[in-house]
C-alpha cells in the first residue's frame, strides 16, 4: 500500500503552485534539498515520474497534473479540520484567505479592513489580488476561502451574495470639450476612445457592455493591467476610461483629469461575495458580508 505523508502533499502542493525548487522550499518553510528529498521519496512510493526538470524550468508531468487537484482537495480538508478543531465554537478565528478583484481591492480594503481587525482580533486574514477568472478557480480549489468581485459570476458551485451597487462614471481629460456638458450618453461618439483594462479583468466586459453601440474596432486597449494606470493616461490626454464610483474621488483629485456622470439611468454593477457551496465556514462568509454591507463600499456620489 502507498503511503504519502502529509509533509510530502504540502511539499508537492507547494512546487506545483511555483514550478520552481527554491521558491516551493520558501514557501514550504524548508530547505530546497529537503524539499527535494521528499519530493524524490514521494515519486519512489508513486513509482512514476512528478517533475520534469530540465535546467531552472520546472513541469508537472501528466502523473502529476493529474494529482494536483486531489492532493489540493485533501489538504484543503486537512486544514479545514485543523481550523475547526482549533477554533471550537468560537466563529471568526485562524486563517481566512480572501481573494478580491484588482478594480475594488485598493478602494475597499482600506474602509473594511480596520473594521474587520477591530471586530475579529483573532482572525488571521490573509489577501489575494486576482482576475475574477483565477478567484472562481482558487475557490474552488480550495486555495481561498472566499473572494469579492462583481457579479454575475456563472458558477453553480459557488454562493453569491451582493455586498453592494457601484455605478459606473467617466474618467476624461479635464480640458476636453467633447465632455464640457454632462451626463454623456453610452452612445456618444467620443467614446470611441475609450481605454480598456487588458483581457481577463471583468472591467473591460462591462465597459463593453455600458458601451456597447460603440464599435469596438475604435476603442483603443493598450493591455492596461490597472485602473490607476488608465487614469494616468486619460490624464495625459490619451482617452477616456471607465471609472467606478468607489475610485471616482479619488480619480478626481488627479491633476489634468475630471470625473463626469452617465445619463440616467447610470450603468452600474453588483459587487458580491462567493464561497464554496455547503462550506464549513458559511457563517463566517456571512459575517464578512454583513460587514462589507454595512459599510456599504462607496459613498454616494452626485451624478449630476
Known amino acids: 500500500m502507498i503511503r504519502l505523508t502529509v509533509r510530502q502533499m504540502e511539499y508537492?502542493?507547494?512546487?506545483?503552485?511555483t514550478l520552481h525548487f527554491g521558491r516551493a522550499a520558501q514557501m514550504a518553510g524548508v530547505s530546497q534539498p529537503a524539499l527535494s528529498s521528499q519530493i524524490?521519496?514521494?515519486?519512489?512510493?508513486?513509482?512514476?515520474?512528478?517533475?520534469?526538470?530540465?535546467?531552472?524550468?520546472?513541469r508537472l508531468t501528466d502523473a502529476a497534473?493529474?494529482?494536483?487537484?486531489?492532493?489540493?482537495?485533501?489538504?484543503?480538508?486537512?486544514?479545514?479540520?485543523?481550523?475547526?478543531?482549533?477554533?471550537?465554537?468560537?466563529?471568526?478565528?485562524?486563517?481566512?484567505?480572501?481573494?478580491?478583484?484588482?478594480?475594488?481591492a485598493p478602494y475597499l480594503l482600506p474602509r473594511i479592513l480596520p473594521e474587520i481587525r477591530s471586530r475579529f482580533p483573532r482572525l488571521q486574514l490573509e489577501l489575494r489580488e486576482a482576475v475574477t477568472a483565477t478567484l472562481i478557480e482558487e475557490t474552488a480549489a480550495r486555495?481561498?476561502?472566499?473572494?469579492?468581485?462583481?457579479s454575475p459570476l456563472g458558477a453553480t458551485s459557488l454562493t453569491e451574495e451582493a455586498l453592494f451597487v457601484d455605478r459606473f462614471f467617466l474618467a476624461v481629460p479635464a480640458d476636453d470639450p467633447a465632455?464640457?456638458?454632462?451626463?454623456?450618453?453610452?452612445?456618444?461618439?467620443?467614446?470611441?476612445?475609450l481605454m480598456l483594462l487588458e483581457e481577463g479583468h471583468c472591467m473591460r466586459e462591462q465597459a463593453l457592455s455600458v458601451c456597447g453601440?460603440?464599435?469596438?474596432v475604435a476603442m483603443a486597449s493598450y493591455g492596461a493591467t490597472s485602473l490607476t494606470t488608465l487614469l494616468q493616461m486619460v490624464a495625459h490626454?490619451?482617452?477616456?476610461?471607465?471609472?467606478?464610483?468607489?475610485?471616482?474621488?479619488?480619480?478626481g483629485a488627479m491633476r489634468d483629469l475630471k470625473i463626469v456622470p452617465f445619463a440616467e439611468p447610470m450603468p452600474e454593477r453588483t459587487i458580491c461575495m462567493a464561497w464554496r457551496r455547503?462550506?464549513?465556514?458559511?457563517?463566517?462568509?456571512?459575517?464578512?458580508?454583513?460587514?462589507?454591507?454595512?459599510l456599504r463600499g462607496p459613498k454616494t456620489r452626485k451624478s449630476g
Open 12 to 17: 508537492f502542493d507547494a512546487l506545483a503552485q
Open 40 to 58: 524524490a521519496e514521494m515519486e519512489e512510493k508513486l513509482g512514476c515520474r512528478l517533475f520534469e526538470r530540465g535546467g531552472k524550468a520546472v
Open 65 to 104: 497534473t493529474a494529482l494536483q487537484p486531489r492532493i489540493e482537495r485533501l489538504l484543503s480538508e486537512l486544514r479545514d479540520i485543523e481550523q475547526t478543531a482549533g477554533r471550537g465554537d468560537a466563529p471568526m478565528e485562524g486563517r481566512f484567505r480572501l481573494g478580491i478583484i484588482p478594480t475594488v
Open 143 to 150: 486555495r481561498l476561502d472566499a473572494f469579492i468581485a462583481a
Open 179 to 193: 465632455f464640457a456638458v454632462p451626463p454623456v450618453a453610452p452612445e456618444s461618439p467620443a467614446l470611441e476612445r
Open 213 to 216: 453601440s460603440v464599435k469596438p
Open 237 to 251: 490626454g490619451m482617452g477616456v476610461t471607465l471609472v467606478p464610483e468607489m475610485a471616482a474621488d479619488a480619480a
Open 278 to 294: 455547503n462550506r464549513a465556514r458559511q457563517e463566517e462568509c456571512q459575517a464578512l458580508a454583513a460587514i462589507i454591507r454595512e
